[in-house]
């Protein structure tokens, strides 16, 4: 039997914006907070990452039904020790979270030149590439990191003792922002369920059948639960050292610790901000950065696609987005609705 093709609408930016702040203030949050975490789960999907965005605001709020996610919480300070700070999330909506030690990180920063704030006891943050963007279009240099349940094999392992630990590095340009947003592992599992929804295999091998064979079927891969690590064991590598950094600087769980919650919560970050203006070589940065750019772009490609640096491809997406609607699957859509 031949499959059926799955059906795509484009929902206008504020109709999904509106939806999601509406179905949150169901759901206990307060005015403020509904508008602002409606507002970065929307912003997700207008830049392409349906993945963190539309896709997963269904789950977002089942986790607030289920008291994993507290609605009128927010994170407080814990400890600071110059320009570092332990904040405790108190299990409040990770998103929102998120932001708050994104703009007090700025805050120190703007004051010592370089901040750093580590959170404990938070949730999943949905696009780390959100802060980025945030403090680089302030004029900061951003780098942030979060651990997550254990859901990745370390390099030559057969069962799962890592986070997947996406990391985000952003840099100020022209207005906007050159941003690496990254899962250690070579797909996340919001990709995998994006590939599976759309009945497509993934563009290259992302993990292992459950008989240890590299696969692209994203479906087989969630069977295993046998994703692949980026770079093999450098991946692996790099994951346990975020891991441990991370609960380090927080104080709060590390991978081994939050994988034994009823749910992926209590997880630790690690926000990180540099003011580039308070360095001597402010003034020639933005010739220094477009000749790497330059450079970068002038790169041979592989077939007919064009070189682009990371984060390049979202602002065709975003104007494209805001001009035709966001592509939506209507079984996620319909799901959404009756929340």
Same mark, same amino acid.
């Given at each position: 039997m031949r499959e059926t093709k799955p059906e795509f609408i484009h929902i206008p930016k504020p109709q999904m914006e509106e939806a999601f702040r509406q179905i949150l203030l169901r759901h206990g949050f307060p005015t403020a907070k509904a508008a602002t975490c409606a507002a970065i789960f929307t912003d997700n999907s207008i830049d392409g990452v349906y993945t963190h965005g539309v896709n997963r605001f269904s789950r977002f709020v089942k986790y607030t039904q289920q008291g994993h996610i507290l609605p009128e919480k927010e994170a407080v300070l814990k400890h600071a020790a110059g320009c570092l700070e332990q904040w405790d999330g108190q299990s409040a909506a990770g998103p929102l979270n998120a932001? /708050?030690?994104? !703009?007090r990180v700025m805050e120190i920063a703007g004051v010592q030149g370089m901040g750093c704030v580590a959170l404990a006891h938070t949730n999943h943050w949905m696009r780390g590439g959100t802060y980025g963007w945030k403090a680089a279009k302030e004029g900061f240099v951003f780098i942030g990191w979060t651990n997550t349940t254990a859901n990745m094999p370390t390099w030559g392992a057969l069962d799962n003792k890592l986070g997947n630990n996406p990391l985000v590095i952003a840099v100020p340009h022209e207005g906007e922002a050159i941003v690496l947003d990254m899962a250690m592992s070579q797909y996340s599992y919001g990709a995998l369920d994006f590939y599976e929804l759309k009945k497509q295999q993934l563009p290259v091998p992302g993990g292992f059948t *459950?008989?240890?064979? $590299?696969?692209?079927?994203?479906?087989? +891969?969630? !069977? @295993? /639960?046998? +994703?692949?690590? +980026?770079?093999?064991? *450098?991946?692996?590598? #790099? @994951?346990?050292?975020?891991? +441990?950094?991370?609960? #380090? $600087?927080?104080?709060? $769980?590390?991978?081994?610790?939050? @994988?034994q919650q009823k749910a992926e919560t209590g997880v630790s970050q690690v926000f990180m901000a540099i003011d580039l203006k308070r360095l001597g070589n402010y003034k020639a940065m933005a010739a220094s950065l477009q000749q790497i750019l330059d450079d970068y772009h002038a790169s041979r490609p592989d077939g007919n696609s064009r070189v682009i640096f990371p984060g390049e491809r979202v602002l065709a997406t975003r104007e494209e987005n805001t001009k035709n609607g966001i592509p939506v699957l209507k079984k996620v859509w319909d799901e959404i609705q009756q929340l």
């Open positions: 932001l /708050q030690c994104t !703009e *459950k008989d240890g064979v $590299l696969t692209t079927d994203p479906s087989a +891969i969630r !069977e @295993s /639960q046998r +994703i692949l690590p +980026i770079g093999y064991w *450098k991946g692996s590598g #790099l @994951s346990l050292l975020l891991d +441990i950094v991370a609960t #380090l $600087l927080s104080g709060g $769980l590390s991978t081994a610790g939050v @994988s």
